[in-house]
């Protein structure tokens, strides 16, 4: 749930979330374990290709929304359902009441549903004076403990055995020890008893199939089965995004729901219900049923063309389970009522401005949550659009809207980081990083040592070393990013020494800017599409084979960012959509191409035997999908690859993120230079500027002897 | 290798990984023999606590009270079945129900069914549960048994698709998907098996 009125109180609870050793370590091992757990539960299987079956079935069913749901209302009608629509979680409760009150219902058990958490069920049929149980074990914690879920399919993560112990002791009355199995067979007796005395069931449902009027949920405790089966009423809250056109539907996304929630091939668990079924308690042999569907702004989704594929969210909790953010704060800090990354967004829809203001904030953009979801969703994307929604909304930040105004004009900027290299000699005491911070910008920067900006930029160091070519193999324009350009110069110096090599005409067009990222992950829409534009004016594609960048956010952000950005959805021109679409189909990224368009070999670099590791950069990995090019490439340049545990995992740098949220990019820091150094590599290489910044600063900070290196550098060092 | 041998073997593998107890029968008789088999042993050795050993309150302890000698419910058989098994129990001297599991909620013994189709990909079965004492009888048993003729096994869900639909289109029914024993991870994720239901499950592959 979220309280916190302002940033400051959000970050607040953020910092007092990572001292609770217990949370942090079991989100730990559960984040290693799901991994390899979901690995297992798909191998063999086209998962890519099951995505987009999803995805496309999903989109196809929330543009009929309305003809489902009138399919579904005839043909449950006809099996004896009440079918309800409710606008509102509030209406919902409403509903639901009054089903209570009608029947003479007196005892309710649940079964878990986000759906009633999302309208807060239980809080309304209690004031009604309703006794409500949860029956799943998970529910049934939180619930004694009056908390909300800390995870969409595991809502008691963040607690403890003993924690559980000390609850069932007050519900038994009799002292529980923190033996698991023993306190699972006291839930077991102590449900068993609700079951027996309730006379309505309430449960929520995984799919509503048109085609059949049928409600299927998945379960693997079996607890749905008593709910759904010992009370005589039966009510399934179901949102309405869960409509389904036919069986089939349900059949697909049941390959992967389960795979990618728990690792598991399939719930113990699936209950297809069509209509009221015999019930003995009922006075006359069958049960009564009710089907309550939800809206609560999901109509208005389902029609909002950029944000109405978050209905395809099937709720499996993935988008947590893999965000490296949730795993160091845990689940009340990383979401309202849903939880994630699809909770970021949610809760803007569902629960309002207030409950998601700083929540979305908190996403560093590393992409392991649209790597992981089944629906395909581009959570990461609309998570930068709520954010730039909400600023819309109630003003932008006064930091936010100067570096918009900022960067929207070159010259200026330019000239504000050179006229910064003028006045930081007091700070850097003559090293290459910022010593002595003034306090306003070093709050809570500890961690890491930031970097001075270069001596000379890139910029005006290129003209001096442009290669000389005659026929070259192919044209080039290098995009260095606003890092590399005035910070890390070097790297960008070694990529040409590399392409000079290989006869490779280069030109770095001077009227480039900053690629947008930074303003885009802040939310300032109009000022990331104005250098998106003088980008692709500065550099265009028809003259030249490759657009270069080494650094592997900026690649990502230029093929994948200005398409949307700048793309036929968006209010370019046509002509100007073209041209996007040629300037990003012609970016590449520094090891794709060495490796695979330049065809590199061992032989044309000095063996030094240097252990290496290596650090994979979200916005590679992920965001361009290239994963063997820079591995290969240690090995080809010379050096020994030694591989880093959980390479892919996020170094907390995400550019503007460490400076809002510098604790929990420290912690993110933190263990990936564990990871890094438990290798023994003296070196550690990788291929963004932006990483190295993070990683250099932090083993600089630690008073540590590995070498940071860009794989340009490490490349160009060894080169015969 | 003919295509059932296959898919029963799968099956066998996959229902296997989700700790059910996977055995071969020729007969019905056999099954039954095997469950009475079961639900001695069980006795026996007293595998399964399920819960009315811990200290309770006091009305969950009440329902535990309520359970007396061992019992076999077997509600969806056919006539000639339920004579059959009806008579090894009562020789066993083991209580054997059809019906009335509404005032066995403590729990019994064994729960005893007949699946309608099997999914080998997932070591699921596929049961028709319109039945409310069968629902129940597979949830309160501690150990549920369950026969899957051979040749009702399919690879995948897909192939049980029809059936699930003509089922619903005949009018109201309930339908279960079953994979393993009722499970939970939901302390500090341990598995634990048995949180509701069965706390196991026992698949007899029959060769029809």
Redesign the interface.
């Known amino acids: 749930m979220q309280t916190a009125r302002d940033l400051k109180e959000y970050r607040g609870e953020l910092k007092s979330a990572l001292d609770n050793e217990f949370l942090r370590t079991a989100m730990d091992n559960f984040a290693v374990a799901y991994r390899a757990s979901r690995a297992k539960a798909f191998a063999g299987m086209d998962v890519d290709g099951l995505v987009r079956d999803i995805a496309m079935a999903k989109d196809q069913a929330m543009a009929r929304m309305d003809e489902l749901l009138a399919e579904f209302t005839k043909n449950a009608e006809a099996l004896g359902i009440t079918v309800h629509v409710a606008g509102t979680g509030q209406e919902a409760n409403e509903i639901i009441g009054r089903i209570a009150q009608n029947a003479n219902c007196k005892r309710i058990v649940k079964s878990k549903s986000m759906t009633a958490e999302e309208t807060l069920l239980n809080h309304h049929l209690e004031d009604l004076g309703l006794t409500v149980t949860e029956t799943d074990l998970g529910e049934w914690i939180i619930q004694l403990r009056h908390e909300g879920p800390t995870h969409m399919v595991m809502p008691a993560i963040h607690l403890s055995r003993f924690q559980v112990a000390d609850l069932f002791s007050d519900v038994t009355g009799t002292k529980q020890e923190g033996d698991i199995q023993k306190l699972v067979k006291v839930a077991r007796r102590e449900l068993r008893a609700k079951y027996a005395q309730a006379d309505m069931g309430i449960s929520g449902g995984n799919f509503a199939i048109a085609e059949t009027g049928t409600i299927a949920i998945c379960t693997n405790e079996g607890n749905g089965r008593l709910v759904t089966t010992l009370p005589r009423v039966h009510v399934a809250l179901v949102g309405l995004d869960k409509l389904t056109p036919t069986i089939t539907d349900a059949l697909r996304v049941l390959k992967a729901l389960p795979r990618n929630a728990t690792g598991q091939a399939i719930t113990s668990y699936v209950s297809w219900m069509t209509g009221p079924s015999e019930c003995k308690a009922a006075p006359n042999g069958t049960k009564e049923m009710h089907v309550v569907f939800l809206d609560n702004g999901r109509r208005k989704l389902a029609k909002d063309p950029v944000f109405s594929q978050v209905l395809r969210c099937v709720r499996c909790g993935a988008c947590a389970n893999v965000c490296p953010v949730y795993r160091l704060v845990g689940g009340h800090q990383y979401g309202h009522i849903y939880i994630g990354a699809i909770g970021l967004i949610l809760t803007y829809f569902y629960h309002g401005r207030e409950k998601a203001k700083n929540l979305v904030q908190n996403c560093i953009n590393c992409g392991a949550c649209k790597a992981v979801c089944v629906g395909g969703i581009d959570l990461p994307r609309l998570i930068k659009e709520v954010h730039a929604r909400i600023q819309d909304e109630e003003g932008h930040p006064l930091q936010s809207s100067l570096l918009g105004m900022v960067l929207k004009n070159r010259k200026m900027f330019h000239t504000l980081l050179r006229s910064a290299r003028a006045v930081q000699k007091p700070v850097t005491g003559g090293t290459p990083y910022l010593r002595h911070l003034p306090m306003l910008f070093a709050r809570g920067q500890e961690f890491r040592a930031l970097p001075a900006i270069a001596e000379k930029a890139f910029r005006d160091q290129f003209e001096a070393i442009r290669p000389k070519t005659v026929n070259p193999k192919y044209r080039v324009a290098l995009f260095s990013g606003c890092v590399q350009d005035f910070v890390y110069p070097e790297q960008a110096v070694a990529a040409v020494k590399i392409l000079a090599k290989y006869n490779v005409a280069v030109d770095y067009p001077q009227d480039q800017s900053c690629c947008g990222l930074p303003v885009q992950m802040m939310g300032e829409r109009e000022s990331s599409r104005s250098v998106a534009e003088q980008n692709v004016a500065a550099l265009d594609p028809a003259k030249y084979d490759y657009i270069l960048t080494l650094c592997a956010s900026c690649a990502s952000h230029l093929k994948h960012g200005y398409p949307e950005i700048l793309g036929p959805d968006s209010k370019a021109d046509s002509r100007l959509a073209a041209k996007v679409r040629q300037f990003a189909d012609k970016v590449i990224d520094f090891s794709s191409f060495v490796r695979d368009v330049l065809k590199v070999e061992a032989s044309e670099f000095r063996v030094d035997g240097r252990k290496a590791t290596y650090h994979a950069p979200c916005h590679l990995c992920r965001g361009l999908g290239v994963t063997e090019a820079p591995r290969a490439l240690i090995g080809l340049g010379g050096l020994e690859y030694l591989p880093a545990e959980e390479e892919d995992v996020c170094c907390g740098f995400g550019g503007t993120y460490s400076m809002k949220f510098p604790e929990v990019s420290a912690e993110l820091l933190k263990k990936k230079l564990a990871n890094v150094e438990k290798t023994g590599a003296e070196l550690l290489l990788t291929d963004c500027p932006g990483c190295i910044m993070q990683l250099r600063g932090g083993l600089e900070a630690k008073g540590s002897a590995m070498e940071v290196r860009h794989l340009a550098e490490a490349l160009a060092e060894r080169l015969k | 290798m003919s295509e059932n041998t296959r898919l029963a073997d799968m099956m066998a593998e996959?229902a296997g990984?989700?700790s059910a107890i996977v055995a071969r029968i020729k007969t019905l008789d056999e099954a039954f023999a095997y469950t009475l088999d079961v639900c001695d042993k069980k006795e026996a050795c007293q595998l399964l606590?399920?819960?009315?050993e811990?200290?309770?309150?006091?009305?969950?302890?009440?329902?535990?009270e309520t359970k007396l000698g061992k019992i076999i419910a077997a509600p969806g058989l056919s006539a000639d079945q339920t004579r059959a098994f009806g008579e090894a129990c009562t020789k066993a001297g083991v209580e054997f129900l059809t019906e009335g599991m509404?005032s066995h909620?403590?729990?019994i013994d064994i729960g005893f069914t007949i699946a309608e189709a099997a999914i080998a990909?997932?070591?699921?079965f596929v049961l028709d549960?319109?039945?409310?004492e069968l629902?129940?009888a597979t949830?309160?048993c501690e150990v549920h048994v369950c026969v899957v003729p051979v040749s009702t096994i399919r690879e995948t869900?897909?192939e049980v698709?029809d059936y699930?639909?003509q089922?619903?289109?005949d009018?109201?029914?309930?339908?279960?998907?079953?994979?393993?024993?009722?499970?939970?991870?939901?302390?500090?994720?341990?598995l634990?098996i048995?949180?509701?239901?069965?706390l196991e499950l026992h698949i007899l592959l029959l060769e029809d």
Not at chain 2, 121 to 124: A, D, F, P
Not at chain 2, 194 to 198: A, D, F, I, R
């Open positions: 996959k990984l989700v606590p399920s819960g009315c811990s200290d309770l309150s006091a009305e969950a302890g009440a329902l535990c509404r909620l403590a729990g990909e997932t070591g699921t549960s319109r039945s409310e629902r129940l949830m309160i869900s897909f698709e699930l639909r089922l619903a289109k009018g109201p029914s309930y339908v279960a998907f079953i994979t393993g024993a009722s499970r939970t991870a939901d302390i500090e994720r341990v634990a048995g949180v509701h239901g069965p």
